[in-house]
């Protein structure tokens, strides 16, 4: 059993396509990370969250505690986005989902 | 401002044998996490430490060991290698005393590749 649900696995999407990935959680955290990973393995931390909604340029992450849930948008997806994105929570311990890989064509 | 460097970036070892793994922490950074990544897989906690104390493991044995340094810096080691243990080995660092609420700089990994 996974402590963290991700959806969708594999994500194509044309330039300018508004993206969603989600993230559902069964364990209690204190705090839910988005990570990007570029292919070659460098890890990028895009947010941190422990309620509501934080924006960072193209990036909105928000995050439901009573539901477990959160969610990764992309406005005006770009090539360059082309990454793996994976969510973690700060649990009793770390836990990482197994990552969505997003493929944006122009 | 270094960030999070990570050493070797590539080894191969083979089974039976042991391996240390170095991280230096961002410039500030006195909390040290390190994590494993298999082929396709997100990453799985391996441990976090604090003060030179392990403060936090995940599900890994006590063939995984680590150290910190009045520096900061870390060792992470593996002893008694498995062909399983091939994978990336990440560390990360945060500027946080509380384990799970600071944000996390990650180095580019040292891949392991056990023969």
């Known amino acids: 059993k996974n402590e963290v649900e991700q959806s969708p696995q594999n994500l194509t999407a044309q330039e300018g396509e508004f993206i969603t990935i989600n993230c559902s959680y069964s364990v209690g955290i204190s705090a839910l990370h988005w990570l990007q990973q570029h292919p070659g393995g460098g890890i990028v931390s895009l947010f941190m969250?422990?309620?509501g909604k934080k924006k960072h340029g193209r990036l909105i992450a928000t995050i439901n505690i009573q539901e477990k849930h959160s969610s990764l948008h992309i406005t005006a997806s770009h090539p360059r986005d082309s990454a793996v994105y994976i969510c973690?929570?700060?649990?009793?311990?770390?836990?990482f989902g197994t990552g969505t890989s997003l493929t944006v064509i122009p | 401002d270094a960030g999070v460097t990570q050493s070797p970036t590539h080894l191969i070892k083979t089974r039976g044998q042991q391996v240390t793994l170095r991280c230096s922490p961002k410039s500030g950074h006195d909390t040290v996490s390190w994590y494993q990544q298999a082929l396709g897989q997100g990453p799985q906690f391996i441990f976090q430490y604090y003060e030179e104390e392990e403060r936090q493991r995940g599900n890994f044995p006590d063939r995984f060991s680590g150290h910190q340094y009045p520096n900061y810096s870390s060792e992470l080691n593996v002893n008694a290698l498995l062909l399983g243990d091939s994978a990336l080995y990440l560390c990360a660092s945060s500027p946080s005393p509380f384990w799970n609420t600071g944000e996390l700089f990650f180095g580019e990994g040292s891949r392991l590749t056990v023969l």
């Open positions: 969250l422990s309620s």
């Open positions: 973690a929570v700060a649990g009793n311990q770390f836990y």
